[in-house]
């Protein structure tokens, strides 16, 4: 279903955020936008003429921004490793390691706002833990609010800001700007 600003129908076609990734950063950053068919993945390329991948989950609008901003997070040494080297443990999480995948999802879910609102899109929170320990899912939303509000008022990383441009020009939305944005937040 599209979401809709100012009265009019917005279509998000995963297709169009692999069109837009990869004309921004495929040659600059070796790197393109992939849809999978299974879990998400980063891998790195295997060799200096290849590029790397960003596979997102199912041609999921939500999922191919999410996996995006783990990618802008990421530095140059951990955009070398599979999965930027980091620990993932998959639904049916205990509570200890419920916190700590909240822990390293506060920034990326954070840029995934900013990326929604400038693609006119519906965020949602993920605590991506459905068949796990019970969830404290606001506590982890005000967290993420708290992130999104300090990268606008602070600044986004440079990658980061550089899609969240791409994507308001794409879709006709106006600049993120620091009171508007926390007003529609809070």
């Not at 955009?79 to 390691?97: A, Q, T, V």
């Not at 833990?129 to 440079?158: C, H, M, R, W």
């Amino acid at each position: 279903m599209p979401d809709f600003k100012d009265g009019q129908a917005r279509c998000h076609s995963y297709l169009d955020l692999i069109e837009l990734f990869d004309k921004t950063f495929a040659e600059s950053e070796r790197t393109l936008l992939v849809k999978g068919e299974d879990e998400p993945i980063y891998i790195p390329a295997k060799s200096a003429d290849a590029k790397h991948q960003i596979v997102f989950a199912h041609g999921y609008f939500a999922s191919a921004l999410h996996e995006i901003a783990h990618w802008c997070i990421a530095g140059k040494a951990r955009r070398l490793l599979e999965d930027y080297g980091y620990w993932y443990c998959p639904d049916g999480r205990n509570e200890d390691e419920q916190a700590e995948f909240e822990k390293v999802e506060v920034k990326p879910q954070a840029i995934e706002w900013a990326f929604s609102i400038a693609a006119g899109k519906t965020f949602r929170v993920s605590t991506d833990n459905l068949n796990g320990a019970p969830v404290d899912s606001e506590a982890f939303q005000t967290a993420v609010k708290q992130q999104l509000q300090q990268y606008i008022q602070q600044g986004f990383p440079p990658r980061a800001q550089q899609f969240i441009e791409v994507l308001q020009t794409f879709y006709g939305m106006p600049d993120i700007k620091a009171q508007e944005v926390i007003d529609v937040i809070n």
